[in-house]
């Protein structure tokens, strides 16, 4: 037990050393990375997910709205929704829906596709054609998803306060005008820098733990299952844990 | 480079598997030019071993020498200079799924040198067409039949020219038409390019119709090393049941038979 324990904190980090070393050091060593497969994985796992993402922002958008409706008229304060739904979403909710829907969507596929690339022991011929397999299929995955959860968040922001602020002009009966000028109000610069910054880190995250899993697959087709599988458990997991050390970090230093 | 006649030269190589030991004190040497056959039933060490030829795994003792050159204490960067020098044919053929079997072939050869585009597709139609599969070019690996899958691993083991050839079971799966198309190409290989090839195998057709030099192995052990006329010749009583096809002779007394399937 403590055996296997240590050989997968080993596997682990050397895993993520060599995916930090083959993204962002052997590029200036002459070792560029593949370009083409970086942009086809951009699309895979940002642009086809722009949909989901779009729809489930802009539902929870609102919810949002609603829930602080109840609470706020009461006290006879209802423009303050829009505060609420600004902040909470720039802050928080996009960063960590973002990447919930992507663990889901490409946190699993790396997995699977590293999984079942190493089960038909495609793995080891890039390792005998002198290709480091980290290079070739977790770079590229990695830069995608730097870029790509950022920017599907920002899409989400965008959308989910639009959600809120049709629910609110139609639904609470606000004026269009004062909601868009509340939530200008409201938001800050570093609202919005703050929740991209965890979408970033989210991103490292989720691909680190796909291609740990990918690689962690020794036997065969029912193998691949279970590590896709855990690959989106961990994944979610390690997202809140960083949400939860993101925040206090920007709470007592921002 | 050409300094020794012997290609691979394997001294007193042991290996665990945990607290299992799978190759124990093999000691032998391949001949350049000619085509080797690893013997051996199934789980006596032979995929293990050429595991520990072409750099996948490390062994836990002992030493192996390519063209002369110490493999088990090099870095990735070194083995990789080494690996350029070796091919090698895997079980499964191993092809990139996600790519066309032009891009398989051309996979290496674009990784490792800076050739133009026009005389890489040059190269790659004249490995496709080496193997026989011109024609082939833009077909994907789930379009092909388990055969040629193998012919188009074969292409791209050769693209970079490589000095010594692996395979690793390479008529396993194969009906014995295909697996026969297979041998001979190996023989061509041999004759027409003066390649060393190592044939991890247990089929004893393809043994027969390819093989210069055998090296049989018996639980992590050497049980024979020599030419195949000498393994012909042979009388040691494994060999024998082995080259007869003899099933291992039931040894259980039937008070016995009944301790195992009572599970005591």
Redesign the interface.
């Known amino acids: 037990m403590a055996f296997t324990l240590r050989k997968d904190i080993s596997d682990a980090s050397r895993i993520i050393n060599n995916s930090f070393y083959w993204t962002f050091i052997s590029p200036f060593r002459g070792k560029p990375v593949r370009v083409r497969a970086t942009i086809a994985e951009m699309v895979k796992a940002g642009y086809n997910s722009v949909p989901i993402v779009a729809v489930i922002s802009f539902f929870v958008g609102i919810i949002l709205a609603l829930q602080a409706a109840y609470q706020l008229k009461r006290v006879g304060a209802l423009i303050y929704v829009a505060n609420l739904v600004g902040v909470s979403l720039t802050r928080e909710l996009s960063p960590i829906l973002t990447a919930i829907i992507v663990s889901g969507r490409s946190g699993s596929a790396f997995a699977a596709e590293i999984g079942s690339m190493k089960a038909a022991e495609e793995v080891d011929a890039l390792v005998t054609m002198g290709i480091n397999p980290i290079r070739f299929l977790v770079s590229p995955k990695l830069i995608a998803l730097m870029v790509m959860v950022p920017a599907l968040t920002m899409l989400s922001d965008v959308i989910g306060i639009s959600g809120g602020f049709l629910l609110s002009v139609s639904v609470l009966d606000m004026h269009p005008y004062n909601y868009y000028q509340q939530t200008i109000n409201a938001l800050l610069v570093k609202d919005v820098f703050t929740g991209l910054i965890k979408a970033w880190a989210f991103g490292m995250v989720i691909t680190l733990v796909g291609a740990y899993q990918g690689f962690k697959v020794e036997g065969g087709a029912e193998e691949v299952g279970r590590r896709t599988t855990s690959s989106v458990v961990a994944s979610i997991f390690l997202v809140i844990i960083f949400d939860l050390f993101f925040t206090m970090l920007f709470y007592y230093f921002t | 480079m050409q300094n020794t006649e012997h290609a691979i030269e394997v001294t007193g190589l042991r290996t665990w598997y945990g607290d299992r030991e799978v190759l124990k004190g093999l000691t032998f040497a391949i001949p350049r030019g000619k085509t080797t056959v690893i013997l051996g039933g199934s789980g006596c060490g032979k995929s293990t071993l050429l ?1 520990h030829a ?3 795994l490390k062994p836990s003792e002992g030493s192996i020498k390519i063209n002369g050159r110490e493999i088990t204490t090099l870095d ?1 960067p070194e083995m ?1 200079g080494v ?2 020098k ?1 091919g ?1 044919l ?3 053929a ?4 996600s790519l066309t079997i032009a891009d398989n072939v051309a ?2 050869i674009r ?2 040198t800076r050739i133009n585009e026009a005389t890489l597709q040059i190269m790659v139609r004249m490995k496709l067409d080496l193997v026989g599969l011109s024609g082939f070019d833009h077909f994907y690996p789930s379009q092909l039949s388990g055969g040629m899958k193998k012919r188009a691993g074969l292409a ?1 083991a050769l693209a970079l020219d490589p000095e010594i050839l692996f395979f690793d079971e390479p008529s396993a799966g194969l009906d014995p038409v295909t697996a026969a198309g297979l041998d001979e190409l190996i023989v061509k290989l041999r004759n027409v390019f003066r390649m060393t090839i190592i044939v991890v195998t247990h089929e004893l057709p393809s043994v027969f119709a390819i093989a210069d030099y055998v090296i049989m192995l018996e639980k992590g052990q050497i049980l024979f090393a020599g030419t195949l006329d000498g393994l012909r010749a042979s009388d040691h009583p494994r060999i024998r049941m082995f080259l007869e096809r003899k099933p291992e002779q039931q040894t259980y007394s039937p008070d016995d038979y009944f301790k195992v399937i009572a599970g005591e």
């Open positions: 595991k072409i750099g996948l990735e990789d690996r350029g070796m090698v895997f079980q499964g191993a092809l990139l799924n996979l290496p990784e490792h791209r």
